[in-house]
């Protein structure tokens, strides 16, 4: 019996769907614990490729149940429409490998309405939200002005709490935003063909997992995003809505006594950013196409291009201090084969001061790369299994990026697939 967390050290998109469907297979529980759909895991297995947004990433394993805990965002219809597409690729789920916490707060029609609204407001000065209603969803969560998932199953008076929450929230769409009024026929709706399909996977799985823990189990928790998109964390305000650092998982997990044995932080070889805000040393031009191309680094859910850079190891300490893991899952190393030398950012210059701790958010604008270049390897890595089958330079590489951020390096990952991976 242990526990483990899989979480992402930068800004997401590192690969931890593929290191938690890599993990899972000894585990017997794997626990979404906050974020929401507006993200995605792309998973590559023996049953085909997936794009999960909300869905456990322990989805595909059999025997291992898969919850959504109290602090994700959860979006009914999102989730159904995902529970139908992955069935539609062959895989079961049922209420026995997915339960849903009944004290997760449902992503309401109106937040990603809301989202949509304030982009529109902020015109140029926007975030690049995924629109997905992430924000509006959290705001009103620690508003309390939310519906529990359980209370679709246990509150007689829903409908009553629904209205009250319709006749609050129109007030901001129609005189703040001038936009039209949701109605109770609407919700009706969005009763009746979204949540009454998600009813039967909710339940308490505060004591699911509890007498889980009890009877032996182990249990992984996985992240959505990564260290520097933490609500409190990360590069405030470009960050996420939700803690994406492993401490929360207990909290939002269900099970806040859970001890985490073990905190997995996954570094991407190379630097990716979706959306708005500073992104030190970002490539562009030819370089960044190549990154891009060769990464395929376009969002899972929105097809965005994703902003790449050379791994910021200013950023990644920082990344791996705030999620105190105790080993690094580095991906996508296969991608960097094409290139003579590889850029690594070893610090940032800060008007005119050189160092290795990362910026107060704002002073991020005024950071500047400072770059140096390793050897690079130029021969096809996706095939290596052992960590002697790595060519010297890019075992160099691995060994620089783990003493330089003070955490080991545990899997190297060379491919998407299942088992492209080197664990030393
Ligand atoms: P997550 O949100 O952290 O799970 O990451 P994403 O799924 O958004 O992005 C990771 C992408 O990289 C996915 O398309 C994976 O299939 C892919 N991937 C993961 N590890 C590797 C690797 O080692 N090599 C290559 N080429 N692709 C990888």
Redesign the pocket.
Known sequence: MSNCVVV?INW???????MVDLLSSDKDVVVRYQGGGN??????NEKGKFALHLLP?GIFRDGVVNILGNGVALDPENLLNEINSVRAQGVDITPDNLKISDRASLLLPWHRELDELEELRLADKKFGSTKQGIAPFYSDKYQKKTILAGELLHNPKLKEHIADLLEWKNLTITRVYGAEAITMEEIDKWLNDYCEQIKPFICDTGAFLANAQKSGKSIMFEA???SLRDLDYGIHPYTTSSNTLASYAPIGSGFPGAKLDEIIG?V?AYSTCVGEGPFVGEMDGDEATKLREA??EY??KTGRPRRVAPIDIVATKYGTRVQAATCIAL?????LSYMDKIPVIVKYDVNGEETDEFPFPSLLNDAKAVVTYMDGWKTDI?GCRKWEELPKAAQDYVLYIEKAIECPIKYV????ERD?IIIR
């Open positions: 992402g997401g998109d590192e690969g931890k769907g593929r993200a995605g895991h792309t998973v590559i990433s959505q995003l990564g996954v991407k990464g395929g969002g899972a991906t996508k190393m296969d991608v996706s990952s060379v491919g998407p492209s």
